[in-house]
């Protein structure tokens, strides 16, 4: 070790927490540029603003948690888009409309058997009471089938009472989840079982979802509006409501899962799985590890998350339609990678995707709050990006060595070129089960290589 | 690491800082109007753009901030929200969809901020005022010239195409309902496709067309619901070599637009859909100072066609 302990520990810090670090300066940037209320109120730091903002973020920041776990699985995930969009035509469709209509059509018979399945393979796992494999079941899948079938058709029957008259919130938020949930599993079949691309499947997805929530729209109608009180139970305000007149009801849904999700990828072992798949998927599979059941999982996870964030698209809109989510693929993957998770998988964390999330929205709000021209902010936002991600992965060196070598000073020539790879970044991130623990040995060998760096 | 982050964002910090500049310089404005557009794509909304900057020059006391929202409802209600935020005067909007633009629309009353809407309705009445032209009254005088132009009321007879704008709009369904009161009643008239929504946009026309064009051996008349759309629908009319036979109306009228198609011999007619953004800064105006205003305001429509086409170009300095 060269350099003194107490700088190297602080460097090491600095480099954990760079995420962090983007987002802290991003928001100094607002406070000092912000405008000032006539009262004197900083602008940007009032509780409007930021619950607003939070608010602006939580469809994409939902939708980009669930893109993280599939991108950790080495896939992606180009579907939810159009997910999101018939989740919110579904939802629409359902509060405003009695009887049986195609949207019933289509989500009631998806959301039994869903019941039934989940209820079926969790009386499984308590009949077994050990092991967390997702092996053969033996003897023990008659009583589960059994009792599942059981509650699929008490799912079915409370379904069916919703159906004569319009459904309340608690019957969208349960039925239209599942929708989406049916979709995301379908792709994860199809990718798995048909050992296919991510990017191919979840394409021709995008395109047949969209395709299919036109359809269940209708032609008369392709927006349904959505009036509380009048064709809708009033009820559904509540997922538009602000708490408190601060706190908004999708952000505490983002919050939620977000939670959820890191402690579901930290503490559970199919987070544990997750990462192994991602980090060598060949090597988990050897290892005994269930990868396409854990890969058909992810996917629908990410299904039904989007979908959520489709009801509560039709909650803040009052609207369902199929257009709803165009373009929100690359937003959620904008986040994620801003985010630190690596598009290769293996390396990431929900942390860096609410990061990347709320950096993004920050910025809109930002620019939007100085009144820059919209073409300009695209710009600005793209060149931002790029700085963001170049920032993170570490990279910016090998830039500016780069530019140097081509505007060349004798000095950057002689230059030690760094080895590919960036040093480990240690933002959050979890070591898979399989993986060797980047540890001592590595950063033996790691050393050298930043000294000449003459960065951390 | 340290000093390279340093320098990047301190440099960052510099530029951002210099934004705010541009409000110094604006320091001389008494009124701040906050107006949200829906998008800067379409000609008929640059043109809503330029009336309106034109309108905000005349008065030297208005500072117009203006909005584009990327044509994305999300986008939209941030851009209102971050007026409502900023604290601006007279808000106005053009809305992207009735449904959408609600919540916010209602935000914006319940912070006390007078907000005109523009051009679309939203699914309130709590605004304080609207302006737009009457898009079934539109509607009608287009049925009623294109009966005329397809052989006379009692007598009229043809195969018609209409092309529809963003459904989830109420100037499409009012320029269709407006249309079809006339038309219906003529029995010789046939409507001969399916409603498809082709956005207000020209290529979407075009696809459109093509596709009619091939399937039908006679069409007469092609109405769509604004002129880039009818001029799309010429456009494959005359790739596929029969535009002579068909006639196509479209609405707006931009100057140096549907005029000029229809001064070309390509649009038969179009009808006039002002723009409503003067208008909204002049009543903004009379609201800031305390005036009461009508609730509803709609503007006149007018018929352009090859016979007064001239003049209106004319008029408006194109030659």
Same mark, same amino acid.
């Given at each position: ?456 | ?43 008929? !909304?640059? =043109? ?5 900057? !034109? ?119 009012? !320029? ?41 051996? =006679? ?40 005029? =000029? ?20 800064? !002049? ?37």
């Amino acid at each position: 070790m060269v350099s003194s302990r107490p700088a190297d520990a602080l460097s090491a810090f600095l480099l954990r927490t760079k995420l962090y670090w983007s987002l802290l300066v991003l928001l100094a940037v607002g406070v000092l540029t912000s405008p000032v209320s006539s009262k004197g109120i900083n602008i940007f730091l009032s509780t409007g603003n930021l619950s607003d903002v939070l608010r602006q973020v939580s469809n994409n920041g939902i939708v980009a948690v669930g893109m993280t776990l599939v991108i950790l699985t080495g896939g992606i995930d180009l579907s939810v888009g159009s997910i999101m969009a018939l989740g919110s035509v579904l939802c629409a469709m359902l509060l405003t409309e009695d009887g049986w209509t195609s949207a019933t059509f289509l989500s009631l018979p998806i959301f039994a058997i869903l019941c039934g399945l989940f209820v079926a393979w969790g009386t499984q796992r308590v009949l077994r009471l050990r092991h967390g494999s997702f092996h053969n079941i033996g003897g023990r899948a008659v009583p589960a089938a059994l009792v599942g079938a059981a509650v699929a058709a008490g799912a079915f029957w409370w379904a069916t009472t919703q159906v004569p008259g319009k459904f309340g919130v608690v019957g969208v938020l349960l039925v239209v989840p599942a929708a989406g949930l049916a979709f995301g599993w379908l792709n994860g079949l199809i990718i798995t079982k048909g050992r296919l691309q991510p990017f191919i499947v979840t394409l021709a997805m995008m395109v047949g979802v969209l395709g299919i929530a036109r359809v269940v729209a209708g032609q008369d109608a392709a927006v349904h509006p959505v009036y509380t009180g009048t064709n809708a139970t009033e009820d559904f305000d509540v997922l538009r409501a602000l708490l408190y007149r601060i706190v908004p009801v999708p952000g505490l849904f983002f919050l939620a899962i977000v939670a959820l999700s890191a402690l579901l990828l930290r503490t559970t072992l199919f987070g544990r799985y997750v990462f192994a798949i991602g980090g060598n998927e060949q090597a988990a599979r050897l290892s005994g590890v269930a990868v396409d059941r854990v890969k058909i999982a992810v996917y629908a996870i990410s299904g039904s998350l989007a979908s959520l964030a489709g009801v509560l698209y039709t909650a803040q809109y009052r609207q369902g339609k199929p257009d709803a989510g165009v373009g929100m693929e690359l937003d959620a993957i904008a986040a994620v990678v801003i985010g630190g998770t690596s598009l290769m998988g293996g390396k990431g964390s929900i942390a860096g995707t609410f990061v990347g999330v709320l950096i993004f929205g920050f910025l809109s709000n930002i620019l939007q709050l100085n009144n820059i021209d919209s073409n300009t902010q695209l710009v600005l936002k793209g060149v931002i990006i790029l700085a963001a991600v170049l920032l993170q992965e570490g990279s910016l060196n090998d830039v500016r060595s780069g530019f140097r070598r081509i505007f060349g000073s004798r000095a950057a020539r002689h230059e030690n070129v760094p080895a590919a790879g960036t040093p480990p970044t240690g933002i959050a991130g979890s070591t898979s089960a399989i993986e060797a623990r980047p540890g001592d040995s590595s950063e033996r060998k790691e050393v050298p290589l930043q000294a000449t760096q003459g960065s951390v | 690491m340290k000093r390279r982050t340093f320098l990047m964002t301190g440099s960052a910090g510099i530029l951002l800082a210099a934004m705010p500049l541009h409000r110094v310089l604006a320091q001389g404005k008494k009124y701040r109007f906050g107006f949200s557009q829906v998008t800067t794509v379409e000609p008929w !909304r640059v =043109q809503f753009n330029k009336d309106m900057k !034109r309108e905000a020059d005349l008065h030297p006391e208005v500072e117009l901030l203006i909005a584009d929202g990327q044509d994305k409802t999300e986008k939209q209600v941030a851009d209102v929200e971050n007026f409502i935020r900023q604290g601006v005067d007279v808000l106005l909007i053009s809305p992207k969809e009735s449904a959408g633009l609600t919540g916010v629309t209602l935000k914006a009353i319940e912070a006390g901020i007078p907000t005109i809407i523009l051009d679309r309705n939203v699914n309130t009445d709590k605004y304080t005022q609207f302006i737009g032209g009457d898009n079934v009254v539109i509607g009608r005088a287009v049925g009623e010239y294109a009966v005329k132009a397809l052989g006379g009321p009692g007598q009229a007879k043809g195969n018609v195409v209409e092309i529809w704008g963003g459904f989830g709009t109420q100037a499409s369904h009012d !320029r269709s309902d407006g249309f079809h009161a006339m038309i219906d009643k003529e029995k010789g008239i046939k409507v001969i496709n399916e409603k498809v929504d082709c956005d207000w946009k020209q290529n979407k026309a075009y696809d459109l067309m093509t596709t009619l064009l091939k399937a039908n051996e =006679q069409i007469d008349l092609v109405y769509g619901h604004n002129d880039p759309m009818a001029y799309g629908a010429y456009l494959a009319a005359k790739d596929a070599g029969r535009e002579k036979d068909i006639k196509f109306l479209g609405v707006d009228a931009i100057p140096n637009e549907g005029v =000029q198609w229809v001064n070309k011999g390509q649009l038969t007619a179009t009808f006039l859909y002002a723009t409503p953004g003067a208008e909204g800064i !002049r009543q903004g105006l009379k609201i800031v100072k305390g005036e009461k205003v009508e609730k509803t305001i709609t503007l006149p429509t007018m018929t352009i066609d090859k016979t007064n086409a001239p003049q209106v170009l004319k008029d408006n300095g194109l030659g």
